[in-house]
């Protein structure tokens, strides 16, 4: 007994030196973020956790806001990594004692979450807020935004696309791509297909499942982007609806895919959204991490590096960016979705997108 | 005598707590939550109490199908484990010194390496322009690529490599716990190497088969990673469909739901695993 009472001791006292390692190392990195300001910055040693997506993103993020504002203030800014749909159940099922002050959100979950009281409204004194566009300030803060369209393998289909009709082309029968439902992409393909071929959603819904059902077989439902432009180089798939920034990023690394805004009924407006927690402890930080992400720099670098257009009106970008961009008066041939319609049935088009796969 | 055993029962203390806090909890959390109602616009369901999310479970056929199919894809994965594992167990219990380390080794190494990594690098072989079908096709035996991604063979595909280590290992003890004396009784009595086997071996192992059936099947009925991304989003299994109405549909009462239905397959499977002759008991095993 005297054994095994010591042995947890131990384990006991392994674990407390360890935490303890931790916490200094976080202390000592704390002070050398500090070395830059001058010692009376208001937000000295708080911590801010950012929900937000991996990748480019991150990296983009980290390089125009996070490191700089860590400098500055001697602040420690967390990015927690992922999709939007585990940050949106956590901001939820949170709400009294949120893990992430402020998180970056799509742009019905965000309306949602405003709506639903989970997140905060708009603060209209920030100093950037006026710079951006009217539909980026409500709902959240807009972040970027961005276009659905169809990237298309240019080396194996014959004819340019033009119009979102023209998936339902012959040559292109089992050859396009949709993303997992659901999700934004499906929510809104479900929608422009009706609107495409001239059907009412709200009283025709089998026609427009039937209508897509025609697009099968499916050679793949997409979830990874990198697996969707190797199977479209590949020739596996030739079409996908998809947003015109990641299209973009993928055909600057040489993927042979031309990215269109289609007509009929026009490319899909999309959003990326930042939302600060209702009940943020941090309520000071987290607006001055959103004012840096909404202003010229960190929206510039969104611009040039990932093609995320801009929120921010006064952004300027160079006439070779600007193409990959939904940019200037662009903006207002986007089409917007009756989204609290959409969401009112995507649990019941979720089921029916099930079977629609099943039978592919 | 008494002592060594509180000693024992002490050990189990940090494991118990672990199983306590992190399954057993959760497990009556879900319970709960498949009898709350989704409120519109909340993550966190609330009362009424309500049997709406069973009912639509099975109201729906859907489900039912999803649920026969992932039954389906685990029978047929757990058998095709018990074919190519139990040579493969057998061979390395028979093998000595470093070739058994290495062959060890390699059973081994899958399960360190992660289900994600090893479901990626079959994604690569196995797309219609891999190497499989490449070299399918350079053998003849193929005139134009198969799609394996994005049908049923190629997820079982994926559950047999992943789950084919715990088959053989299982199966491997159970022939290592067979005495020497047993066989070399058969040598003695006359036996020949076929009938050694067919009489001695097989029949005192199958506990170490139905076990490792067991432990396969479970596995595979729990599966989410494999048929997502081998299955293309076009295999819908229990775990994908847990996954769709918990993280991405917000829709916990069903998901709990599901889940409890899927726990009350696994329960029935290993009960009926359980009454498998040699399985229930090791006395009947031995006799047997």
Known sequence: MKKLFCLLLTLALALSLAACGGSKERDAEDASGNAGGDGASPFQDETLVVGVWGGTIESVLRESVVTPMEEEFGCNIELVLGGTSERKAKMYAEVDNPSMDVLFLNIYESKQAVDDGVAQEVDSSLSNFGSLYDFAQTGGYGMSIMGLGIGYNHELVTEPITSWKDLWREELKGKVALSTMPGFENDAFIALTAQAWGLDLKTQEDEVFAKIAELGPFPLFYNDLDELFLEMKQGVVLAAAIFNSYSNDYIEQGFPVTFVYPNDPGAILAKDTIVIAKNTAHEALAKEFVNRCIGVEAQTAYAENIFFSPCNKDVTVADEVAKKLVYGDDVKTLVTLDWDYILEHEDAWTDQFNRMVEGN | ?288
């Open chain 2, 1 to 288: 005598m008494k002592k060594s055993v509180n000693k024992a029962n002490a050990l189990l203390i940090p494991l118990t707590l672990v199983f306590v806090l992190l399954f057993i909890i959760p497990f009556f959390v879900l319970f709960y939550y498949s009898f709350l109602t989704r409120s519109s616009g909340q993550v966190v369901p609330s009362t009424p109490y309500t049997v709406s999310s069973y009912l639509r479970f099975f109201e729906d056929s859907y489900y039912p199908r999803v649920v026969g199919r992932t039954l389906w894809l685990s029978l047929l994965t757990a058998g095709i484990c018990v074919v190519l594992g139990y040579p493969v167990a057998y061979y390395i219990t028979k093998a000595r010194g470093y070739w058994k380390t290495v062959l060890m080794v390699v059973v081994i190494l899958p399960l360190v390496s992660g289900v994600i990594t090893q479901t990626l690098g079959l994604y690569g072989m196995l797309t219609s322009y891999g190497p499989v079908n490449n070299f399918l096709m350079w053998a003849g035996i193929l005139k134009e690529p198969v799609e394996f991604l994005g049908t049923t063979t190629g997820v079982v595909i994926g559950l047999t490599q992943g789950f084919l280590p715990y088959m053989i290992l299982t199966v491997m003890n159970a022939i290592q716990a067979i005495p020497d004396n047993v066989l070399e009784a058969a040598d003695n009595l006359g036996a020949n190497g076929v009938q050694r086997f067919f009489l001695i071996t097989l029949p005192l192992s199958k506990t170490g088969v139905a076990a490792g059936f067991v432990l396969v099947f479970g596995c595979c009925l729990n599966s989410y990673t494999t048929p997502l991304l081998l299955g293309r989003g076009k295999i819908s299994v229990i775990g994908t469909a847990i996954y769709q109405q918990a993280m991405e549909l917000y829709n916990w009462p069903f998901a709990s739901a599901i889940a409890m239905i899927l726990i009350a397959l696994v329960l029935v499977v290993f009960a009926l695993g359980n009454t498998l002759p040699g399985v229930g008991g090791r006395k009947k095993a031995v006799s047997g």
